[in-house]
């Protein structure tokens, strides 16, 4: 984050003034408002809570996190600089890649062999930093990839071919729904391949919605969009808080992250430095300091 991007004390409004209009995002923002703002610690009402995180590749260590709660139906932005293990946090947690050690726990139960489909099962999605559509096939088949239980594709469900086309039907209609909600309708036949940057990042949040989830974590969805897009981006995910779904999104643009988080966590070379409301974070002389690269006192080279 370079100084410039850092908003300005002047024009900081209270972190409680995000999302005020509406009483239930009061009700789910209000207890996180009380949260004392230090790495690792401990929330009213978490979904996600991890424990001893951690993740080598050869001699870097990725991911070192010792405690961290992501409390259930706010906004929660994971921002660090390049290279803090975002990314890696994301693929540990979700299944796309395993820890070294360490436990986690998805709405109340322990993670015990995390696989993605697994996950996305029990409502934990997550889109990637660069998309992942399938060019080849249609916006409408990439939407249907994200639908839960393909009873179609299991050889034994064929007595219950009936059975699958009325779910095939259910799944179609949610995909129809979430195009449209995503101002994707008019690409519904085309091929994914032909959609811009921008319309492949709607259309893999439009996917990851399919399984209804409880929990969406979101690599990056902002980049490479253009504002215009940017900006529905954006009122999607305040719009998926509003309708209690938990989300985390890693960010880099701190007036995105201001505007829409209800709560904030720093990341940097693997471990949390700090975490909380986001006008608190954002003017953290830690914070600055690991985003300007400048070295922490006490930190060993
Ligand atoms: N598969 C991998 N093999 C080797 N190193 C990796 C791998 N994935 C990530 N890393 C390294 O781990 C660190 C964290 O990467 P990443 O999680 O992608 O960071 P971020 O998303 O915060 O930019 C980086 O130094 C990166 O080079
Ligand atoms: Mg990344």
Redesign the pocket.
């Known amino acids: 984050m370079p100084a410039d991007r850092i908003p300005s004390k002047e024009s900081a409004p209270d972190d409680r003034s995000s999302f005020m209009d509406s009483a239930r995002r009061t009700t789910e923002v209000e207890p996180i408002l009380t949260v004392h703002p230090k790495p690792g610690v401990a929330k009213p009402n978490p979904i996600l809570t991890m424990d001893g995180l951690r993740?080598s590749?050869?001699g870097?260590t990725?991911?070192d996190i010792d405690h961290l709660e992501i409390e259930r139906g706010i906004v929660t932005a994971l921002i660090?600089?390049?290279?803090?293990?975002?990314?890696?946090?994301?693929?540990l947690i979700t299944g796309f890649?395993r820890a070294d050690r360490g436990r986690w726990e998805f709405n109340g139960q322990m993670v015990t062999s995390p696989s993605p489909d697994r996950l996305a099962r029990r409502g934990m999605v997550r889109t990637f930093?660069l998309t992942k559509s399938l060019a080849k096939l249609s916006v409408l088949q990439n939407m249907l990839l994200g639908a839960p239980h393909q009873i179609g594709e299991q050889l034994w469900a064929a007595p219950f071919r009936p059975l699958w086309r009325n779910q095939e039907q259910a799944n179609t209609e949610r995909a129809d729904e979430l195009l449209e909600q995503f101002n994707l309708a008019h690409m519904r036949d085309e091929l994914a391949g032909t959609l811009s940057g921008g319309q492949r990042k709607l259309l893999e949040m439009a996917r990851a919605l399919m399984s209804d989830p409880a929990l969406v974590m979101l690599?990056?969805p902002m980049a490479g969009v253009n504002p215009a897009l940017a900006q529905s981006l954006l009122g999607h995910i305040t719009e998926l808080a509003l309708s209690g779904v938990t989300v985390v999104y890693?960010e880099h643009d701190m007036d995105v992250v201001s505007g829409i988080s209800d709560w904030v966590v720093v990341?940097a070379q693997?471990q949390v430095i700090a975490e909380g409301g986001p006008w608190k974070v954002i003017h953290d002389e830690v914070v600055i300091d690991a985003y300007l690269g400048r070295r922490r006192a006490g930190t060993s080279s």
Do not use: H, S
Request: net charge negative; no cysteine; proline share 4%.
């Open positions: 993740r590749f050869g870097l990725a991911v660090g600089p390049n290279g803090a293990g975002k990314t890696t946090l994301f693929n890649d930093q690599d990056e890693i990341l693997g």
